[in-house]
């Protein structure tokens, strides 16, 4: 596993953007962390995967956040990122970076092995 550590959360008006980051650090490094992705949950909702990005290759998004959401990663310095445009209310949740040692792409939760500790983001008038 990989220790990964979430940071850009914060309050912003409908319509406002944010850009979350994601460190990844440890000795298991890179091959824990083929695959990187970012999820999602609200209060009394079930985690909902938001994006994904492989080593190569396009990221795939939930439809929930297509055209308004941008995944991208520095592999040489093991950090992830989403870029957040055109908020919504409804985008409120604590959002979790993940890492996983599998080869591809995938927005199920359970392919992560190697969680963050999440950061909050609120969408608010």
């Known amino acids: 596993q990989v220790q990964l550590v979430e940071s850009g959360g914060g309050s912003v008006q409908p319509g406002g953007s944010l850009r979350l980051s994601c460190t990844a650090s440890g000795s298991e490094l890179p091959s824990s962390a083929h695959s990187m992705a970012w999820f999602r949950q609200a209060p009394g909702k079930e985690r909902e995967g938001v994006a994904a990005?492989?080593?190569?290759?396009?990221?795939i998004y939930a439809d929930s956040v297509k055209g308004r959401f941008t995944i991208s990663r520095d592999k040489a310095n093991n950090m992830v990122y989403l870029q957040m445009t055109m908020l919504k209310v409804e985008d409120t949740a604590m959002y979790y970076c993940?890492?996983?040692?599998?080869?591809?792409?995938?927005?199920?939760?359970?392919?992560?092995?190697?969680w963050g500790q999440g950061t909050q983001v609120t969408v608010s008038s």
């Open positions: 990005i492989y080593l190569r290759g396009s990221p």
């Open positions: 993940a890492a996983s040692p599998r080869h591809g792409l995938s927005l199920a939760g359970i392919w992560y092995p190697s």
